[in-house]
């Protein structure tokens, strides 16, 4: 049996990263949407918020399941028995910074594949940062996130005004 480790922040889930899950999981026995609980970013979402968020976007598929984590990518990876790490690649700025990151992970865990796939053509521009700023504005994300992450971002800049 394959696991593969998909980590994030997910602050939110786009259908983006949801695209890339449900690919992986055609090629992996299961894969783990991991919530990063520690990143050096301003997050919206809780770590508790985007766990849920994210249990109810992948509800209806076995094959992904949720957890979070505050360790290294690979150390968690280990901790679960995944051998592989996804990835997603939207452009070419993406590319630097996910080939790092798979150069020093591979340095600390030769035995962990980092597989990358590519964003489907119609999320290479999709972001969570751009979704929050979008929905800050009052702008539409419904083609952007599931239904329910709508209705997050709206209650939850609703409280911010």
């Known amino acids: ?3 593969a480790l998909y980590p994030g922040t997910f602050d939110p ?5 949801l695209d890339t899950a449900m690919r992986a999981s055609r090629l992996f026995d299961t894969v783990v949407m991991a919530v990063f609980d520690l990143p050096n970013k301003n ?3 809780s770590t508790a918020e985007r766990e849920e968020l994210l249990r109810e976007a992948t509800r209806d598929t076995p094959r992904i399941r949720v957890m979070s984590y505050s360790m290294l990518t690979v150390q968690f990876a280990r901790e679960i028995g995944a051998n592989v790490i996804v990835r997603g690649l939207r ?5 630097e910074n996910e080939f790092q990151m798979a150069q020093i992970n591979q340095t600390i865990d030769p035995g962990i594949e980092v597989v990358v796939f590519m964003a489907s053509r119609q999320y290479t521009f999709l972001s969570s940062s751009t979704v929050r700023e979008i929905a800050y504005l009052g702008g539409d994300v419904s083609g952007l996130v599931p239904a329910h992450i709508v209705t997050a971002l709206e209650q939850k800049f609703t409280r911010r005004t």
């Open 1 to 3: 049996m394959t696991i």
């Open 43 to 45: 997050l919206l979402f």
């Open 91 to 95: 452009a070419a700025s993406d590319f």
């Open 13 to 17: 889930v786009t259908n983006g990263h």
